[in-house]
């Protein structure tokens, strides 16, 4: 299995962050797994901000909540974030990540990450 982040690499404050991550080499409904992102902003360790389940339950970091969004297309075998009304403490690098759980940051299968930087 494999994933690939996908998404603008720079947003103002303010607006909307956007990432996809398509998976390749499984489904995202096969049974018993969580696909997640998770983020790593400069200088920090990693964040966990939401999952989205094998069954399409959803399940966000309270702290993150109210800004989140965690769907999924699974025609394409994809599932997307949004993240709204950013601030430069959002800059990180993204990654999007198969668990067993929700909330996990570490045993995980992670994709290579993108930078998003938040900028005017």
């Known amino acids: 299995v494999q994933l690939q982040e996908s998404g603008p690499g720079l947003v103002k404050p303010s607006q909307t962050l956007s990432l996809t991550c398509t998976v390749s080499?499984?489904?995202?409904?096969?049974?018993?797994?969580?696909w997640s992102w998770i983020r790593q902003p400069p200088g920090k360790g990693l964040e966990w901000i939401g999952s989205i389940a094998y069954s399409g339950s959803t399940y966000y970091n309270p702290s993150l909540r109210s800004r989140t969004s965690i769907s999924r297309d699974t025609s394409n075998n994809q599932f997307a974030l949004q993240l709204t009304s950013v601030t430069p403490e959002d800059t990180a690098v993204y990654y999007c990540?198969?668990?067993?759980?929700?909330?996990?940051?570490?045993?995980?299968?992670r994709g290579q990450g993108t930078q998003v930087t938040v900028s005017s």
């Open positions: 080499g499984g489904s995202i409904t096969t049974n018993s797994y969580y």
């Open positions: 990540a198969r668990g067993i759980s929700p909330g996990l940051v570490a045993g995980v299968l």
